[in-house]
């Protein structure tokens, strides 16, 4: 009796550990669309990591300079070169969200998404998508140049 007891409580332990394990990449609650936004418009910012469903894709934006303006103009500039899009911040369903537009060339149509803020320190800003077509997770991490 006393071993069924001991292997039943060892069941609900490991149930509960599981059940209250929180998954590394969540969405974080704690972060206000407000101080993201006055962390992007507070400098410059590069891609230091893009991953498209199913492959990485950093390489597209090397040497690509992020600026956040407060208007919700992006730019990105390299050298002589600068492609503009829009971007906001807001709110789903408690958790801050960026929001990222980009009309062409099609490397920039990719960040084109409503994204997840998962991180936010004053230099790094590490963002995630689910994609609503085949469910593949896009992640991006802007930081600070």
Not at 82 to 109: H, L, M, R
Request: aromatic share 10%; glycine share 8%; charged share 25%.
């Amino acid at each position: 009796m006393k071993v069924k007891i001991s292997k039943l409580l060892l069941a609900i332990a490991l149930m509960a550990l599981i059940v209250s394990c929180k998954k590394e990449d969540s969405v974080p609650d704690d972060i206000s669309p407000s101080d993201v936004a006055e962390t992007l418009v507070s400098g410059e910012w590069v891609i230091t990591y893009f991953f498209d469903s199913d492959q990485e894709e950093t390489s597209h934006f090397n040497g690509y300079v992020f600026q956040f303006a407060e208007s919700g103009t992006l730019t990105a500039t390299k050298g002589m070169t600068t492609v503009t899009g829009t971007w906001s911040s807001g709110n789903d369903d408690g958790q801050a969200k960026i929001y990222i537009s980009f009309s062409t060339p099609e490397d920039f149509e990719e960040l084109s998404d409503d994204w997840y803020v998962l991180e936010r320190t004053n230099s790094k800003i590490r963002l995630e998508d689910v994609s609503g077509g085949n469910g593949g997770t896009d992640l991006l991490t802007f930081e600070k140049n």
